[in-house]
């Protein structure tokens, strides 16, 4: 195949970006992935036009490498790995999610609220299963597997809600089957659910600022009193909590429950 691009000498402005990636003998059309800006002046003085063509490149594993470039990023490689690939702490356990609770998520969850300074009143954690994106595994935690754990940059808030939209809240977790919560017992029987909350006319949850804003269809959040930003980052706090510690404490304890 070939392509022909028709520009004027004196009026092309031309970018092409290309980003691939290289998968065995997967063949790529260069020209499928690039993108093109072209600004053409009014210029009446135009030079004579500029043929540009253009061939189909397969990217497979014929394509040799090339030095220049790895010569180019591989100091860079070299420091981020030496970064990347710090050992924090050790886990006993292999950690993985799981549905309504699991030592992972719970460990999540209690991070983010005992990370919280005694100024920050709150009554529990609430966070999102799905935003938990990969596993940790039994033995050394490195800097890369709370980066794969947590590769999202948000931040916690605290998010004051009205008691009739607490109880939107116990509807929605009742139907979700489980997501991270610390400071608070559900346990949920038939088609109701309990908590070990105090009664109150205002509930305080701090949770990540995608979910304040209606993430994962939290939608109850959008009646809210007051919303404080803490500035804190989740996976800041994750890191900082491995830092201090020589091996990661992580428990079962039925704050999420179901009875059949």
Not at 128 to 153: D, S, V
Not at 191 to 217: C, F, M, Q, R, W
Request: with cysteine.
């Amino acid at each position: 195949m070939r392509i022909y691009l028709i520009f004027t000498k004196e009026s092309l402005t031309l970018r092409i970006i290309l980003h691939f990636i290289l998968n065995n003998t997967m063949k790529i059309n260069l020209f499928s992935l690039f993108v093109c800006f072209c600004c053409i002046s009014c210029n009446q003085n135009s030079d004579l036009p500029i043929f540009i063509s253009g061939n189909s490149i397969p990217i497979d594993s014929v394509v040799g490498k090339d030095n220049s470039i790895i010569k180019l990023y591989e100091p860079y490689k070299i420091g981020l790995d030496s970064i990347m690939n710090e050992v924090l702490c050790y886990s006993p356990y292999f950690l993985e999610k799981s549905k309504p609770a699991s030592r992972l998520s719970n460990w999540m969850a209690d991070v983010c609220l005992n990370s919280l300074d005694e100024k920050y009143d709150v009554d529990f954690c609430l966070l999102n299963y799905g935003g938990i994106r990969a596993t940790l595994p039994k033995g050394a935690i490195i800097t890369k597997n709370i980066f794969q754990l947590m590769p999202f940059e948000n931040e916690l808030v605290i998010i004051e809600i009205p008691d009739s939209s607490f109880t939107k809240a116990l509807n929605y977790l009742k139907l979700s089957s489980g997501h991270p919560i610390s400071g608070i017992k559900l346990n949920v029987s038939a088609d109701e659910i309990s908590h070990t909350l105090k009664p109150s006319h205002t509930v305080k949850i701090i949770t990540s600022d995608y979910l304040a804003n209606g993430g994962d269809k939290m939608f109850f959040f959008a009646d809210s009193i007051k919303m404080l930003k803490t500035g804190l980052k989740i996976r800041d706090l994750l890191l900082a909590e491995c830092k201090t510690i020589d091996t990661l404490k992580t428990v079962i304890d039925n704050r999420f429950s179901y009875e059949q």
